[in-house]
T-cell receptor, first 117, second 114 residues
Framework: GAVVSQHPSRVICKSGTSVKIECRSLDFQATTMFWYRQFPKQSLMLMATSNEGSKATYEQGVEKDKFLINHASLTLSTLTVTSAHPEDSSFYIC?????????????FGDGTRLSIL | AQSVAQPEDQVNVAEGNPLTVKCTYSVSGNPYLFWYVQYPNRGLQFLLKYITGDNLVKGSYGFEAEFNKSQTSFHLKKPSALVSDSALYFCAVRDRSYGQNFVFGPGTRLSVLP
């Protein structure tokens, strides 16, 4: 099946640091990727939709200057948490799907656990 | 607007017994429905989907789900639970006319007891 690789799996850093998370589709091209945030014992919250070659679409309440998304190629999307603070600590997950058909499942990365001290 | 409900936060079942994880949905049009499983500190793994056709859908690891349009439900089932099935399960819906965005349910934690 389709594979999405997300890196790093875990980050621990000091407050004020910027952190970049990469999401790669290994065996398919993803024109669209999604970034989610998951709090403990809660569901996934969609943060933004990453579109190859264009600006990301952010969900209401998500600061686009705080969470920078770049989707420069069909196989790579990155999420940069700028000047991270303890409240940004969370589990971040990316996903991508083959093509544009909405009947196709999304394939998820293994997530990145971000801990800001 | 789309929404997904999973009425049970937690489901406990003995190993070897059948299991059911419930899901109901609300969409304005016709839905695409999905089940995913999440193990600790991992992303979501696709289990199965309903697109069209037969209401009973079979998926990975012996799981199946039944689409019931009149009850707007898509319950996940397995005839005989394994301890290794213990995980967090998410139901998700896409409105066919709404593009690729998923709406996830809140999740149900399944514990299979030996």
């Amino acid at each position: 099946g389709a594979v999405v690789s997300q890196h790093p799996s875990r980050v621990i850093c000091k407050s004020g640091t910027s952190v970049k998370i990469e999401c790669r589709s290994l065996d398919f091209q993803a024109t669209t990727m999604f970034w989610y945030r998951q709090f403990p014992k809660q569901s996934l919250m969609l943060m933004a939709t990453s579109n190859e070659g264009s600006k990301a679409t952010y969900e209401q309440g998500v600061e686009k200057d705080k969470f920078l998304i770049n989707h420069a190629s069909l196989t790579l999307s990155t999420l940069t948490v700028t000047s991270a603070h303890p409240e940004d600590s969370s589990f971040y997950i990316c996903s991508g799907g083959r093509g544009q058909d909405s009947n196709q499942p999304q394939h998820f990365g293994d997530g990145t656990r971000l801990s800001i001290l | 607007a789309q929404s997904v409900a999973q009425p049970e936060d937690q489901v406990n079942v003995a190993e070897g017994n059948p299991l059911t994880v419930k899901c109901t949905y609300s969409v304005s049009g016709n839905p695409y429905l999905f089940w995913y499983v999440q193990y600790p500190n991992r992303g979501l793994q696709f289990l199965l989907k309903y697109i069209t056709g037969d209401n009973l859908v079979k998926g990975s690891y012996g799981f199946e789900a039944e689409f019931n349009k009149s009850q707007t439900s898509f319950h996940l089932k397995k005839p005989s639970a394994l301890v290794s099935d213990s995980a967090l399960y998410f139901c998700a819906v896409r409105d066919r006319s709404y593009g690729q965005n998923f709406v996830f349910g809140p999740g149900t934690r399944l514990s299979v007891l030996p």
